[in-house]
């Protein structure tokens, strides 16, 4: 059974960074796509970004692009990264990380909630103005 613990969040000013962790356990981690999606009170989950299983194909919510990097480590950590720069009030939210089970997909996973399969618990990002 897949499980994915999220860690690395927390309260940072405006302009601050935070780095976020998605620690895989129990499949093979390095074969699918993972995505990064938030949520914030009253509003839907909403796509942040993703990585091929590779890492070699990235995409990004227009609101965090240049802002934020996704990048993941398919060895000994099984871990998948969300470096957030530059934090704005709005990026406020629980993020969850998410394992789409696309084996080898060569390109940036959807960003479609309801098709990544295994989901975190969520951590929650507040940024104070």
């Known amino acids: 059974q897949v499980q994915l613990v999220e860690s690395g969040g927390g309260l940072v000013q405006t302009g601050g960074s935070l780095r976020l962790s998605c620690a895989a356990s129990?499949?093979?981690?390095?074969?699918?796509?993972m995505g990064w999606f938030r949520q914030a009170p009253g509003k839907e989950r909403a796509f942040v970004a993703t990585i091929s299983w590779n890492g070699g194909s990235t995409n990004y919510a227009d609101s965090v692009k240049g802002r934020f990097t996704i990048s993941r480590d398919n060895n000994a950590k099984n871990t998948v990264y969300l470096q957030m720069n530059s934090l704005k009030p709005e990026d406020t939210a629980v993020y969850y990380c998410?394992?789409?089970?696309?084996?080898?997909?060569?390109?940036?996973?959807?960003?479609?909630?309801?098709?990544?399969?295994?989901w975190g618990q969520g951590t929650q990002v507040t940024v104070s103005s």
């Open positions: 129990g499949g093979t981690f390095s074969m699918y796509t």
């Open positions: 998410a394992e789409r089970l696309s084996r080898y997909y060569p390109r940036p996973g959807p960003r479609n909630a309801a098709d990544y399969d295994y």
